[in-house]
Every structure is written in C-alpha cells, then in structure tokens.
C-alpha cells in the first residue's frame, strides 16, 4: 500500500497542536512525523501528550535541541522520511496552530496519491473577511512579485499545507533556506520539473487581530524578497557588465584601428564590441540568470529578434517621446523609454526566450 506521512513542524505550539493529533487519532490517520523545533522547556508537557498520542498512531517525534526554523525542521523530516519509509510516495505537511483541519490536510494527501509527481498546494482564500490584514497584503505582493520574477502563478504563495512528492523531497534537502524562506525556494525549485496543483481548503485564522504566528513580518518577508529578487538582480549584473563589455572592446577597437577612416572606425568598432557584448549577455541570461533548458540554438535566434525589436522600439518611443513632451531632453525620454523596455525584456526573456520546459 502506498504511505503518505504527514509531517507537522512545531515552534512552541499550543493545545491547538493536541487537539489536531486526536483527530488524527478519531479518524484513525496514522504515520504522522510531528518535529519539536527547539521549544523551551515550558512546552514540555504539551510535547509530552503529543508524544503519547503519536505512539497510539504510528507517529514518531523527531527533535531540535535549539530552534533551527521551520525549512531545517522540514528537512529534518524529509530525511527521515527518506530514510525510513521506503513505501512512501511522498508526504505532505501541516501546520501546527489549527489552520489546518483533518478534511483539508486528507484532502491534499488524496490529490497527491492521484498525482505523485506534482507539487500539491492547499491554498487559502484570501477574499474571506476574516484574513488578518497583513496575511492579505503579503501574499498579494508575493504573488505579483513571484509570477513576474519566475513565472510562477499560485493563489498562496505561503501556504504550509502542501503534497510534495518522494522526488522532489530529495532534491530540496540539499536546497538552502532554513526557515519560512524555505517554502518559497521550494516554489521556485519546482519550475521545469514539476507543475503545480491548487487544492482549496478552509481558512482558519482565530480572529483577525490575536492570531499568533512565529513568522516575523519584516525579517522573514525580507528573506524571501531576497530570494525573489535574487534573479532578477542576476539580469541587472549581466546586463550591466555587457554594457562595461561593450565600451571596453569599443575603446580597444577604436585604438587598433586609429590610423583608418574615422566613420568605418567607429561602425567596425561598434559592430565587432556589439557582437562579444551580445553573446556574452545570451550565454550569461541562458545560463546563469534563467538556467534554461531551451535548445542553444532557438533561444540565440530569439535574443537576436527580441534584440532587434527592441532597439527598434526604443529609437521609435524616443521619436515621438521627444515630439510629445518637447523641450524635455531627448537623453531623459531614452533613459525612461529604456528602463520601461528593461523591465519587458526581462519578463519576455523568461517567459519565451530562455523559458524552461
């Protein structure tokens, strides 16, 4: 028979976390991998009724001697799971402060039975009036950022239920992030080798202003814009340094060839430092910034057209942004018109010319 453990990382939880094992144990869910993150000595009695419970259902409490967040805790048990449970197709998580009911927590592991190569997401509605404000507002902007950054489109980008199949545990074991980061590098983790399934579940918060989370609003949100943004500061380097390429073998070519004609200097040199600088910016995006599987060859053809239209329009849009909003400098119009076509290359680069299969 096929296993799907459940695996409930805990920080200093409350009765909240009893009360789900005893369902677990009402509705005879077994295998279930409960991990103490370091919680302080004032928690050991509810870890203590936890542990008893466990043993009634084949579960197991694995240990932290000091907090390690909740990425190390779920590694901790994807190790375990590995380790021990060679029937296990893969497993899904939950989280320990009641959010999660038994029907949701069952109904991810049905969709993952169904689909054990997909990533499996239990997502919650945002829309409902009792969300806490601050749970809305930053799973929007995570959202927006995500899809515009990786291409990924989820309705709850930090959501602790999910259905991760056996493969994909063994691959995020060695994925860094060791708190709530985690779980948006295992979003990212996820683009071109498993595709994603939203399952709706209920959305369970105590009240919108006392409930508690061991999530830290400004640390933990800056770690994970980091990392969202950690791609597309790859694009601005690269992008950068073709630039710094392009003049260095402008200025070398120019002073190689000072004894020519000066108009066939300068078109030679402009040709030859626009060929090294574009080729190194291609190589660099394929490999580096959208570590793309798509054939060399159809992804160059396409950086070539992008290029060209995009030089195009930016001599276009300066035209007519010179004509329009005269006596504005023609410099300050290219600055803004080039910025703006910056920012489209970068979501036309990742989503058709180094796109991942």
Same mark, same amino acid.
């Given at each position: 028979?096929k296993?799907?453990?459940i695996i409930?990382?805990?920080y200093?939880?409350?009765e909240r976390?009893i009360k789900?094992?005893k369902?677990?144990?009402?509705?005879?869910?077994r295998d279930?991998?409960?991990?103490?993150d370091?919680?302080?000595v004032?928690?050991?009695?509810?870890?203590q009724?936890?542990?008893q419970?466990?043993?009634?259902i084949?579960g197991?409490?694995?240990i932290?001697?000091?907090?390690?967040?909740k990425g190390?805790?779920?590694k901790?048990?994807f190790?375990?799971i590995?380790?021990?449970c060679p029937?296990?197709?893969g497993?899904?998580?939950?989280?320990?402060?009641?959010q999660h009911?038994?029907?949701?927590?069952? &109904? %991810?592991? @049905?969709?993952l039975?169904k689909n054990?190569?997909?990533?499996? $997401?239990g997502?919650? +509605?945002?829309?409902?009036?009792?969300?806490?404000?601050?749970s809305?507002f930053?799973n929007?902007?995570?959202m927006?950022v995500?899809?515009?950054v990786?291409?990924?489109?989820?309705?709850d980008?930090?959501t602790?239920?999910?259905?991760?199949?056996r493969g994909f545990?063994?691959e995020?074991i060695?994925?860094a992030?060791?708190?709530?980061?985690?779980?948006?590098r295992m979003?990212l983790?996820?683009v071109?080798?498993?595709?994603i399934?939203e399952?709706?579940?209920k959305?369970?918060?105590d009240?919108?202003?006392?409930?508690?989370?061991?999530f830290?609003p400004i640390?933990?949100?800056l770690?994970?814009?980091?990392?969202?943004g950690a791609?597309f500061f790859?694009?601005i380097f690269?992008?950068?340094?073709a &630039? %710094?390429? @392009?003049?260095?073998?402008?200025?070398?070519c120019?002073y190689? $060839?000072?004894e020519? +004609?000066s108009?066939?200097?300068?078109?030679i040199?402009?040709?030859?430092?626009?060929f090294?600088?574009a080729?190194?910016n291609?190589?660099?995006n394929?490999?580096?910034?959208?570590n793309?599987?798509e054939k060399v060859?159809?992804?160059v053809?396409k950086?070539?057209?992008l290029?060209v239209?995009q030089m195009?329009l930016?001599?276009?849009l300066v035209?007519f942004?010179?004509?329009i909003?005269?006596?504005?400098?023609?410099?300050?119009?290219?600055?803004?018109v080039d910025t703006?076509l910056?920012?489209?290359s970068?979501?036309?680069q990742?989503?058709?010319?180094?796109?991942?299969?």
């Amino acid at each position: 028979m096929k296993e799907i453990p459940i695996i409930i990382p805990a920080y200093e939880p409350d009765e909240r976390l009893i009360k789900l094992l005893k369902e677990f144990r009402e509705k005879n869910v077994r295998d279930v991998i409960l991990v103490d993150d370091g919680s302080s000595v004032e928690y050991k009695e509810i870890f203590q009724q936890a542990k008893q419970i466990l043993r009634e259902i084949d579960g197991i409490l694995l240990i932290h001697e000091c907090n390690q967040g909740k990425g190390r805790a779920l590694k901790t048990a994807f190790s375990y799971i590995l380790d021990n449970c060679p029937e296990a197709i893969g497993t899904v998580t939950a989280d320990s402060d009641g959010q999660h009911t038994i029907e949701c927590i069952s &109904s %991810v592991s @049905d969709e993952l039975l169904k689909n054990p190569n997909k990533l499996i $997401l239990g997502v919650r +509605n945002f829309e409902e009036e009792n969300i806490p404000w601050k749970s809305e507002f930053g799973n929007k902007i995570t959202m927006k950022v995500l899809g515009y950054v990786s291409g990924i489109h989820v309705s709850d980008t930090q959501t602790g239920l999910r259905g991760i199949p056996r493969g994909f545990m063994k691959e995020l074991i060695n994925v860094a992030g060791e708190r709530f980061e985690f779980e948006t590098r295992m979003l990212l983790e996820s683009v071109g080798k498993y595709s994603i399934k939203e399952v709706p579940i209920k959305t369970i918060y105590d009240s919108k202003e006392n409930h508690q989370t061991h999530f830290r609003p400004i640390k933990d949100s800056l770690k994970i814009y980091k990392i969202l943004g950690a791609k597309f500061f790859k694009y601005i380097f690269t992008s950068l340094s073709a &630039s %710094v390429l @392009d003049i260095l073998i402008f200025t070398i070519c120019c002073y190689l $060839l000072k004894e020519g +004609n000066s108009a066939s200097q300068i078109v030679i040199a402009t040709i030859t430092a626009r060929f090294f600088s574009a080729t190194y910016n291609c190589a660099m995006n394929y490999k580096v910034v959208f570590n793309s599987n798509e054939k060399v060859l159809r992804a160059v053809l396409k950086y070539i057209f992008l290029a060209v239209i995009q030089m195009s329009l930016s001599a276009v849009l300066v035209i007519f942004g010179v004509k329009i909003l005269a006596p504005i400098s023609e410099v300050i119009v290219k600055i803004v018109v080039d910025t703006v076509l910056f920012f489209i290359s970068f979501y036309i680069q990742r989503k058709y010319v180094f796109k991942k299969q």
